[in-house]
């Protein structure tokens, strides 16, 4: 079994940053990309970030100029750099990494941006 395990949420003020981590418990599975998605309160749970295992990466366009995605694939582990938060950023974020048969998500970690 597989676990995602998500870190660098918290509580900022309109304007800051923070860097979300996810870490996966094995490093022996095969991976073609990597994920952030969120679930703001009410809404539907929405594809943030993806990078792919050959750097490739797409961007929501809410998040265009501010978020940047980067992963180290030997370790298992994809970054989430937030800049220029906005409060209607305010979600739980989950990591996500696909492969060909497999589709694991982390807990969740909760990024709260105060105007």
């Known amino acids: 079994q597989v676990q995602l395990v998500e870190s660098g949420g918290g509580l900022v003020q309109a304007g800051g940053s923070l860097r979300l981590s996810c870490a996966a418990s094995?490093?022996?599975?095969?991976?073609?990309?990597m994920a952030w998605h969120r679930q703001a309160p009410g809404k539907q749970r929405e594809l943030v970030a993806r990078i792919t295992m050959w750097g490739t990466s797409t961007y929501a366009d809410s998040v265009k100029g501010r978020f940047t995605i980067a992963s180290e694939n030997a370790k298992y582990t994809v970054y989430l750099q937030m800049n220029s938060l906005k409060p209607e950023d305010t979600a739980i974020y989950y990591c996500?990494?696909?492969?060909?048969?497999?589709?694991?998500w982390g807990q969740g970690t909760q990024v709260t941006v105060s105007s």
């Open positions: 996500n990494m696909r492969g060909s048969w497999t589709d694991y």
């Open positions: 094995r490093t022996d599975f095969q991976i073609n990309d």
